[in-house]
């Protein structure tokens, strides 16, 4: 009885095929790919099932071969995801830091833990994190900082009133960044695009916003950043 089903399925396979040949020459290469999967996804497992029937192969190897079109299918459909993770990876991911840089500081923001750190540039403490200096180094730190050099000061007491709970200076004035440095605040490669750079901006106000924990100067950078790079569009 079991080589019976085996003929009449390897005979339904034979004239379907012979059936479907004339139209299938005509179909485009894509459609003519998708079905022969297509065929190959419901023939496997059938052929399979009547090989064990029929005592000829061992339950196990028949069960891996009627996986195999499953197994191609789950391989393309992890190609197709690999775009999304670069792009989650450069947008949103773990890790993505957006920079504030001045002469004699750069502050990094790490949105997927939420913490902000940098180093200084200048000066007895060039090359130290800020994280590594205490309350007093730091209180140094600003007063070491030129009174002229506001941008300086501001991202520094920033941080200060960040990881001290305290209060901030008056901001300065926000000067347009220029394209280099838009990129580099918001943490994404030259050439994103509108999307890109939105998401982005987004995902900064979510950490810096005043409502929300950060300071008006971290802000009004992002807002800057953002109106540069999609007014350059």
Same mark, same amino acid.
């Given at each position: ?15 379907? *095929?012979? @059936?479907?040949? &004339? ?15 297509? *065929? ?67 502050? &990094? ?12 540039? @200048?000066?007895?403490?060039? *090359? ?60 994404? @490669? ?15 106000? @979510? ?5 929300? *924990?950060?300071? $008006? ?9 953002? $109106? ?6």
């Amino acid at each position: 009885m079991a080589k019976l089903v085996l003929a009449a399925v390897i005979a339904y396979l034979l004239w379907y *095929g012979w @059936q479907r040949g &004339r139209a299938f020459r005509t179909l485009p290469p894509e459609r003519r790919r998708a079905l022969i999967w297509r *065929g190959l996804s419901i023939g496997v497992p059938v052929i399979a099932l009547a090989l064990v029937l029929t005592g000829r192969v061992h339950w196990l190897t028949a069960a891996l071969a009627a996986l195999l079109p499953v197994a191609r299918g789950l391989f393309s459909a992890g190609l197709r995801a690999l775009p999304l993770l670069r792009l989650w990876r450069r947008a949103g991911g773990r890790g993505f830091a957006p920079r504030f840089r001045t002469a004699a500081l750069e502050i &990094r923001v790490d949105l997927g833990s939420g913490a902000i750190d940098g180093q200084v540039l @200048q000066g007895r403490h060039a *090359g130290r994190r800020l994280s590594s200096l205490d309350r007093t180094e730091l209180d140094a730190l600003l007063a070491e900082l030129p009174a002229d050099d506001r941008r300086s000061r501001w991202l520094l007491n920033a941080y200060i009133a960040r990881r001290f709970q305290g209060s901030a200076e008056t901001p300065p004035t926000v000067d347009r960044p220029d394209e280099e440095e838009a990129w580099r605040i918001l943490g994404l @490669q030259p050439g994103a695009d509108r999307d890109e750079i939105l998401r982005a901006h987004k995902r900064l106000m @979510q950490r810096l916003h005043p409502d929300r *924990g950060g300071n $008006d100067y971290l802000a009004a950078k992002v807002n800057a950043a953002r $109106d540069l790079l999609l007014g350059n569009r």
